[in-house]
């Protein structure tokens, strides 16, 4: 208690903090908010909809880990720069990301677009959800042509302390998908009722917009934009520093994510209520998720910024204040998800079977968020942001894919565990490695300057 009553008399701290975290916050919230109207809106139509979308929209969750690799370096490096004012090599930064996402979501659209029934086997083995699923894809693929483009002009205006807006943006495209869902599920306004391709329609729509917004912003006074002259020009020293610090931080969030993509599979294979209650707690836990990548994200620009400058002990007492905000998040985070367990599970439409797996599965979440806070904050926070990337891919193939990874398949398809059992295994892997982030933590690799 002491400790965080210390980090709250820290006016400087919490200033800076709360200038970055509350709109990157807000972002993140308003972008799982899409995933959450999904899931209503689609829930209110029918629970095979609701499944089948939750389970094709596992693509676009690992095309977003492509993209977070290079956004997320961009942002490590694109901070130290940004703390030096080298601006110069900050648009070199700009350039190389847009070239990387350029051509990872030219792949995910092709593969989308093409051959979606292909992507929907890793998914699911149900002919009725794999249907939905691939109607769902064929539309959504075109959005995914934009979506990492959209998510470099946002990195670089959070790095250069413009995160205020990319919360409207974000946020406004959130609130124009949402309206656009509910037109094109339900068929409002004279609009033909499309259920899961009306809300992959929305998602398109709302992407065109939110790209548009950043360019035109990039353009604007105190904002970076990236010099077009540039774009293929090669700096081969600063990308040997990007892809130093990208390839674990891509190897990382590959492992994690296709690692999530497999626990949503393995769910998947349980039966319809096993995945239609996935879906709905993965809803929740995405939601809630929130406020800890807030923090994360906004305390590695902070720690990148301190660290450009050189100021060692300042960047090493800002991460010991984000270490203890994680746990108070987690705690926090747990309560929360136990108020709203009830409220969740009586307003969705779900078979009653469902809504009892839900109900437990929503238990075991708000413990597992202890584990998730501290570790997003820890490792994708501090660690990130001093350029200490590989410790993730370390704890990552340990922790999920030798342990949690391994025990929820033996559970599920050769001992038949209940349900709950499963779900339960596909949380060990955050939970188990606390100690072993803390014992890392304390080692201080963390604390480099990555400029030249």
């Not at 956004?71 to 080298?86: E, N």
């Not at 995160?163 to 974000?170: D, K, M, P, V, Y």
């Not at 620009?301 to 300042?314: N, S, W």
């Not at 990337?389 to 001992?415: E, K, N």
């Amino acid at each position: 208690m002491k400790a965080i009553l210390e980090i709250f008399r820290d006016r400087k701290f919490i200033t800076k903090l709360n200038t970055l975290m509350f709109p990157i916050a807000v972002q993140n919230l308003l972008l799982a908010s899409v995933a959450a109207a999904d899931a209503v809106m689609l829930g209110r139509l029918d629970q095979n909809s609701m499944a089948a979308v939750s389970l094709a929209t596992q693509v676009q969750f690992v095309l977003n880990m492509f993209i977070a690799s290079a956004t997320s370096t961009g942002v490590i490096l694109g901070a130290q720069y940004w703390g030096k004012r080298d601006k110069e090599t900050l648009n070199d930064i700009y350039s190389l990301m847009l070239n990387l996402v350029g051509i990872v979501d030219i792949a995910f659209a092709a593969a989308c677009i093409v051959i979606p029934w292909v992507l929907m086997l890793f998914f699911t083995n149900d002919p009725v959800l794999s249907e939905i699923g691939c109607k769902y894809l064929r539309i959504a693929g075109w959005s995914y042509l934009i979506t990492g483009f959209s998510q470099v002009y946002l990195a670089m205006m959070k790095v250069s302390e413009r995160a205020g807006r990319t919360a409207l943006i974000s946020g406004t495209a959130v609130v124009i998908n949402i309206i656009l869902n509910a037109v094109f599920i339900f068929g409002l306004f004279g609009s033909p009722a499309m259920g899961a391709e009306g809300a992959a329609l929305a998602t398109l729509i709302s992407r065109v917009i939110e790209l548009v917004w950043c360019v035109i912003s990039s353009y604007q006074k105190g904002f970076i934009h990236p010099d077009f002259k540039r774009i293929f020009k090669r700096n081969r020293l600063l990308e040997k520093d990007f892809f130093k610090i990208a390839a674990p931080i891509l190897g990382a969030c590959l492992l994690w994510g296709v690692g999530f993509t497999s626990y949503t599979a393995i769910m998947g294979h349980l039966g319809a209520d096993a995945a239609a209650a996935n879906s709905v707690a993965a809803v929740v836990r995405d939601l809630t998720c929130c406020f800890c990548n807030g923090i994360a994200s906004a305390g590695g620009i902070m720690l990148g910024y301190e660290l450009g400058a050189g100021k060692m002990e300042q960047a090493r007492k800002y991460g010991h204040y984000l270490r203890d905000l994680s746990w108070l998040t987690g705690i926090l985070t747990m309560l929360i998800i136990l108020a709203v367990t009830p409220a969740v599970a009586e307003f969705m439409i779900l078979t009653p079977e469902a809504k009892k797996l839900l109900y437990g599965m929503l238990a075991i979440t708000s413990f597992y968020m202890i584990g998730r806070c501290v570790n997003t904050v820890v490792i994708n926070g501090i660690f990130d942001g001093g350029g200490d990337t590989q410790f993730d891919v370390y704890s990552l193939v340990v922790s999920m894919w030798i342990v949690a990874i391994p025990v929820a398949c033996l559970g599920a398809f050769i001992l038949h565990w209940h349900v709950l059992a499963v779900y339960a295994c596909t949380c060990l892997d955050e939970v188990g490695k606390i100690p072993w982030v803390m014992h890392h933590f304390k080692k201080y690799k963390w604390i480099k300057n990555l400029t030249r």
